[in-house]
Structure formats: C-alpha cells, structure tokens
C-alpha cells in the first residue's frame, strides 16, 4: 500500500532461523540479509539502498543472541539485546551507567524496544548512538560465520566502520555479541549528544568520553564522536596528548584543537559544519572540566 | 517479487493465520487482512507512533515490523481493547479529557500509553512526556492528552 512508486526489494527467500547454526547457514552464500528489529531495515526497505538481499533471514529467535552476561572481568551484550534492554538493565545501571545514559538518548520507547545493539553497529550509520560509549568502553564485537576456516573472530569495534552504511563485515558474517572489559573503580565515562529535541533525534553532535582518573588526569582515555565525520571515530592523537596528564586550562586548549583536526563535520540539514565544530569543542571542553573537578 | 509466507500468531486473544508478501509490514497486514484500521499509516519511518500496536508487551511501531516477524507472536491492538464492559479506562479517559482532535494520532498515543501504564501505574506528567516523545500529534493537542493519560494512570492505581 502506498508503496507504488517505490522499487519493493527482490528478496525471494524467507527463513525464520531458531538456532545459530541455521542463521549462519542461511548467510553462509552471502546472499542473506539478518532480520532483528527491523526499524532500520525496513525504514531503508523502500529506499532504493539495495541493502536488502535476496534472502531474509530472521535472527530474532535464535537465544544464543540474547541476553547480557556480567562478571568482574568481562561483560557480554548478546547482539539482540535491545535498547531498552540495556536501559533498563539494573547491573549495566550500577557498573556501566554510560550505556543505559546513551540508550536514554536514544529515539523513542516504540524504536527502542526493537533496536538490537548488533544492528545499530551493523547498519553503520555515522551517528549511531549506541556505538560512541561501547568504543569508549574499547568494546570489541564477535562475528561468526559457518565457513571458512575461522568460524568466530573479533574485530575491536572501532575498526568496524569503513564508511556512512558501511563496515568490514563480510556479507556471510554474523554480528552475535560485543565485549568489554567491566569498568574497575575510579573508571569514568560519559556520553553527550545534540539535536533540536530531547527526542527521536538524530545526533547532530555526539560524544562519549571514558578512562580512569588518576592524579587529577584521564589515563588511557578514549574519546569518541558521531556524526562528524563518515564513521563514529576515535580521536586517537588527542587521546595520546591527554594520556595520564593533569587536566589543566592549557591541555584542554590543545585538547581542542588536536580533536578539531581530527573531526571532519560537512554541512547537511542537521547542521553546519560550523556548528558541529563548535558542539564538538563544546563537549569536549565541558567534560574534561569535569573531570579536573573530579 | 511476490514471495508470500504463510504462519500464524496471537491477535487480540485470538489465534489467527495469515499469508502475507514478505516485503509487507505488520501495519499493511493489519489493516489489509484483518480489516483492523486503528493503527495508521502517517510517516511510515517510525517518527510519528500513528501505527503503535503492542508485541509481546512491548509497544512498537507496526510501520517498521515487517509481517514475518508476527509468527508466533502476541499483538495487541487499539482494536483489542474493547471488552464486554465497553472501552478501556484509558480511551475512557481520553473521552473524558476532550484528548481526542482529528483523531488520526489516538490509537497510537492509547496503545502507547496502555503499555506505559501496564509497566508503571505510578506514572508522574514527566514521565508521560516522556514516555509519549514518539507520538506526535500534529493537532498539537497534547495538553489534553497528557491529562488523560495522567487520569487513567490514577485510575490504575486505585
């Protein structure tokens, strides 16, 4: 209905998977699209994006998918886990807080009880929100697949992206979880995000900051910004020149320009350039104040 | 490309079958199928919660679920919540409350405020602003409907 001008995708095979062996087979030609919760692929379905293959794969009953896992070491986010999942989870409250901060942020109850944290990687957008503190937490994600000889690797998240809608997943592989380390005491992290309303917004500017205080500085920080640039980066040198040093006025003056030559914002119908910029500074500066008041 | 799928899931306390072309929405099927018009068609991208239906208790929009995905599952809809005793306290409250303008935006600000107060019958105003930030009512009524839900949450709670 309504759809008559647009191109419906060829897809000519449908497959409920109820297990990870059988999605992995349903993907293994390359020819399978995974179905999760659907509010970015059937957004895209009429677009004439082509992401769609000619196989629908629906993931979404396959249990080795769900679920969070938590010990002191290590937490697990099944990649079906949603947002509101991860809002409401009371243990990722307590030792993760920037995560369900994040999910806060994100789109709308309806959007947020489908969006799976692996789709909001998958589908790569610059501004997925979800991605900013999970690479602020050096989250690395597992891929499975049925061939080949590698069956499961990681691939740390901030090496997924290749560009706007695009990662280095091959099309037979599966994104089945993410993995970070649990933050220890005096672990510090944030996320901050810009839009014209406090709702279903795409971030115009979005940032997530993490590392551990210590004598009054951020050791091994990781700065992390959205939709100022093709993918969500991590601003690498500035992380460099920050590492472990007392936050002063003049390591927060090169901070911003060393971050500033690491974004590249464009100008769309969200925002200009200009004003992403000054968003970007804005953050960052206002964060790393907080934490020389820590 | 006509490939269609046949299953069958729970709609309104009712198990139902259904073939459907697997490029459709729940929304499409919905509507074309079961004759069920409340959940609307308005932007079709998941901005407006016109199509807010309720899956497996979670309020979501039926624009962006494909129809495949219903199998097996339970769905609510505007539809679902006439019983013998007449309409539920939350359309109730939205007649008592003047809520309702061109009425395009209702079923899915009802079905998304039934899902609210099924989860926190203690809901404060900030938390019904909250909670209805994907429902856009382009009557800009909000004022109203916000009352009403707010009546029906203290009806839940007594």
């Known amino acids: 209905m309504l759809a008559q001008n647009k191109i419906p995708p060829g897809i ?182 810009s839009g014209p309303r406090p709702a279903l917004e795409i971030s115009m ?77 804005t953050y960052l500066e206002q964060e790393l104040m907080a934490c020389r008041s820590m | 490309m006509s490939l269609n799928v046949d299953f069958t899931f729970s709609l309104n306390g009712k198990n139902v079958a259904a073939v459907v072309g697997v490029t459709e929405s729940a929304l499409d099927l919905l509507r074309r199928e079961f004759d069920l018009a409340g959940a609307k068609l308005a932007c079709g991208e998941g901005e407006c919660g016109a199509c807010t239906i309720i899956v497996d208790g979670r309020s979501r929009n039926a624009c962006l679920m494909p129809a495949v995905d219903l199998e097996g599952r339970t769905i609510l809809t505007i539809e679902g919540l006439w019983t013998e005793k007449g309409v539920d306290p939350i359309q109730q409250a939205f007649i008592d409350e003047g809520a309702v303008q061109c009425g395009f935006c209702t079923p899915g600000m009802i079905m998304q405020a039934r899902y609210l107060i099924d989860r926190n019958p203690q809901l404060n105003e900030a938390d019904i602003v909250r909670g209805l930030e994907g429902n856009v009512c382009r009557c800009t009524g909000y004022k109203k409907i916000i009352a009403a839900v707010s009546a029906a949450s203290e009806g839940a709670r007594s």
């Not at chain 1, 500085?217 to 939709?227: K, T």
Request: charged content about 25%.
């Open chain 1, 12 to 193: 000519d095979e449908y497959i409920n998977a109820t297990t990870l062996p059988m999605a992995l087979e349903a993907l293994a030609d390359g020819k399978g699209t995974p179905l999760a919760g659907g509010s970015d692929l059937w957004a895209q379905k009429d677009s004439g994006t082509g992401r769609i293959g000619s196989r629908l794969v629906n993931i979404n009953h396959v249990q080795e998918l769900h679920g969070i896992t938590q010990n002191d070491k290590m937490t697990r986010i099944g990649a079906l886990v949603t947002v509101s999942e991860i809002l409401e989870s009371e243990s990722l409250r307590e030792t993760v807080p920037v995560l369900p901060a994040s999910a806060d942020r994100f789109a709308s109850d309806q959007i947020r009880n489908v969006a799976t944290i692996g789709g909001n990687i998958a589908n790569a957008s610059p501004a997925a929100d979800m991605v900013l503190p999970l690479m602020a937490l050096d989250a690395i994600i597992e891929i499975q697949t049925s061939a080949g000889e590698q069956k499961k690797r990681t691939l740390p998240l901030a090496d997924v992206f290749t560009g706007p809608g695009k990662t280095s997943l091959q099309p037979n592989e599966l994104i089945t979880a993410v993995e970070f380390e649990t933050p220890k005491a005096g672990f510090h992290s944030a996320f901050c995000k």
């Open chain 1, 205 to 281: 500017v979005a940032m997530s900051i993490a590392g551990t205080m210590e004598d009054g500085g951020l050791r091994d920080p990781r700065i992390c910004f959205g939709a100022v640039g093709p993918t969500p980066i991590r601003c690498r040198r500035t992380e460099q020149l920050i590492d472990g040093q007392a936050i002063d006025d003049d390591l927060i003056n090169r901070a911003l320009e060393a971050m500033e030559g690491e974004i590249s914002p464009i100008d769309d119908f969200r925002g200009s350039k200009w004003y992403r910029v000054h968003m970007a500074r």
